[in-house]
């Protein structure tokens, strides 16, 4: 019995098992959760997976990657199992069959015979007439044998719901208000193989798993009234809907899979997101910031945030319904604050696989070695700074893991060196081989003193030979806490190796 289960608010995401999880999924689930923990309730998944020609193996393994990756955990699940068990709707066909048998018995849905090629056919003529499209009840009232003398006969049947002429097309939405939909059509819920659309299967499912509020995306809208009214003939209590934004491109469209890599979930964590970061961001793209009061009891806003925060203060009232902008910008922004928050050890450990994926630490090398960890500890905190994505490591470090010889020099570096770049080389490469004390300072003294003071040069002027020497880049870590990294030896022989190649 559904009032027997745990939590008193229960809420879901149902993500379909058909290609690489959507970012959707991440952000349905998010508010999903925020919403349950706000109010002790119970966050649970379930796989939608009734779309047998899409389906596709290893997809559902990837949804639970990503979501766990993410930190938002489920209480009940097809991994986990729950009260609701079974959470996958192809291993709940025979629950759904007693409903379709309900509805034709009670007239509320009939069977339908009539081809993909006739409905096709059907279609196009409305259009080209400009009336409305829709199925156009060939079938109601006929039985398979009366059916089967007309043109277009299939010998399996579909069900399809018997929508009346004055269904209710108006509900309540907890981020809406009072919402109409488009009057439905006579939509399929059992399909010829036997199964449930998810029209029907989302009804049942929601029911018998006891959820209580129903949040998925506008696009769901316009089926709404298909649902209610499934409830209602079948005489169970709908849940509350709560209808979330869509995320858009920057040129408004629907963000996609097939237009934007960003859409496809896995692609944050390759290219070098951190999840707290990107669970802030989705939360920022439907919700406000979080308003504090500074010293003089000014209300400020805080952008930056953790989920515990985020669920705490959490109310559909809050909920923008306007579409989002998926603003990559933003995220860089986020990801970098989120890098700098990082203690020295993870963010060491974070860099390493995308480091070992670029072959920095050598090829096929799994993990550094000791002295290059120690090297790699040492680079740190001159690039965490200076960092939006972990994908950015490779470009700062590599250099430290190179020899003089080994090192490439950039094309557009080259292109900045200024005239007498041999000169400034030569005289820096004296100035720091008499360094005593190979410290920073040290460094950066004797350079100064030698090309600024002695040769009366710019900073800019001096410095960018012996960056572009050192680091072989444009942009670099900090010069001269490099060059103390690289130590003496390596220091003067890539000075030497720039100088040679003039």
């Known amino acids: 019995m559904t009032e027997n289960l745990p939590g008193a608010v229960r809420d879901r995401v149902a993500p379909s098992p058909t290609g690489d999880p959507h970012v959707g999924t991440a952000y349905m689930s998010l508010f999903n959760l925020a919403f349950a923990r706000k109010n002790d309730g119970r966050f649970l998944l379930r796989i939608e997976d009734t779309d047998r020609t899409r389906f596709r193996e290893d997809s559902e393994q990837q949804v639970y990657d990503t979501l766990r990756w993410l930190g938002l955990t489920w209480d009940e699940g097809p991994d986990i199992g729950g009260p609701c068990a079974p959470y996958r709707q192809s291993e709940r066909l025979d629950t759904y069959r007693p409903f379709v048998e309900q509805l034709l018995a009670d007239g509320h849905a009939y069977y339908c015979w009539c081809t993909p090629q006739r409905l096709a056919d059907m279609r196009e003529a409305q259009q080209k007439a400009k009336r409305p499209t829709g199925y156009d009840r060939l079938c109601y009232g006929k039985t398979a044998e009366e059916r089967a003398t007309l043109p277009g006969f299939a010998e399996t049947p579909v069900v399809r719901m018997l929508i009346p002429r004055d269904a209710p097309i108006a509900f309540t939405d907890l981020i809406r208000g009072e919402v109409k939909a488009p009057r439905p059509d006579d939509q399929v819920i059992r399909k010829a193989d036997g199964y449930p659309t998810y029209h029907l299967a ?82 920022l793209l439907a919700y406000p910031p979080i308003t504090e009061t500074d010293e003089a009891g000014n209300p400020v ?14 109310e559909w009232s809050k909920v923008n319904p306007a579409g989002p902008i998926f603003d990559l910008k933003k995220l860089d922004w986020l990801n970098g604050v989120y890098i700098r928050s990082l203690d020295e050890a993870d963010f060491v450990g974070r860099m390493v696989p995308f480091l070992v994926a670029d072959n920095v630490f050598g090829p096929e090398r799994a993990a550094p070695t000791d002295e290059q960890l120690t090297t790699l500890t040492a680079v740190a905190p001159l690039i965490q700074t200076r960092m939006a994505l972990l994908t950015e490591a490779s470009g700062y470090v590599r250099p430290f893991f190179l020899g003089a010889a080994e090192l490439p020099i950039a094309d557009d570096a080259r292109a900045e060196l200024p005239a007498g770049t041999a000169d400034i080389l030569v005289a820096a490469r004296a100035a720091v081989a008499g360094v005593d004390d190979w410290t920073d300072e040290r460094i950066e003294a004797a350079v100064r003193a030698a090309l600024i003071d002695g040769m009366g040069l710019k900073p800019k002027v001096a410095f960018t030979p012996i960056r572009v020497a050192i680091s072989g880049a444009r942009i670099s870590p900090p010069l001269f806490e490099s060059m103390r990294i690289l130590g003496r030896d390596e220091t003067l022989a890539r000075l030497d190796r720039l100088t040679g190649d003039l």
């Open 301 to 314: 806003e805080r952008e930056v945030f953790t989920f515990d925060e985020f669920s705490a203060g959490f």
């Open 202 to 283: 989302v009804v049942v499912d929601d029911h018998l798993m006891g959820i209580t509020h129903v949040v998925r995306g506008e696009e769901w809208i316009s089926s709404t009234p298909k649902h209610l009214l499934l409830y209602r003939w079948l005489g169970l209590q709908p849940p509350a809907f709560a209808h979330m934004p869509l995320l858009r491109n920057t040129d408004k469209s629907k963000i996609s899979k097939r237009k934007n890599p960003a859409a496809r979930l896995t692609w944050f964590a390759e290219q070098g997101y951190l999840p707290d970061a990107l669970v802030n961001f989705l939360a």
